[in-house]
Nanobody, 126 residues
């Protein structure tokens, strides 16, 4: 069974940066497309970014494009979300997700993913 554990969240001032990490265990990490989502109270989970399982193609939500970067390290079984120029609207619980042999074309919605982390809080103060 795949397990995902996020880390790196916290409180940051607007304009600052933060890097989220997600560790996958239980299966071969390189076989999984990975994604990041976020959710605020009363709202649906929102797609943030995804990276494919093979060539590492990336895709971003318009709201974070040019500010966030998703990357993966198959040797360490890790996926990262580097966040720059943070704004208060980025405040949310961020979730890491995995889909076996996931490609960008099929990893933009919550139902596209098979496994989820427990979530980690990111708070951006104004």
């Amino acid at each position: 069974q795949v397990q995902l554990v996020e880390s790196g969240g916290g409180l940051v001032q607007a304009g600052g940066s933060l890097r989220l990490s997600c560790a996958l265990s239980g299966r071969t990490f390189a076989h999984y497309g990975m994604g990041w989502f976020r959710q605020t109270p009363g709202k649906e989970r929102e797609f943030v970014a995804a990276i494919s399982w093979s060539v590492g193609t990336t895709y971003y939500a318009d709201s974070v494009k040019d500010r966030f970067t998703i990357s993966r390290d198959n040797a360490k079984n890790m996926v990262y979300l580097q966040m720059h120029s943070l704004i208060p609207e980025d405040t949310a619980v961020y979730y890491c997700a995995a889909r076996r042999f996931g490609t960008i074309a099929i990893m933009t919605r919550s139902p596209d993913f098979d496994f989820w982390g427990q979530g980690i809080q990111v708070t951006v103060s104004s």
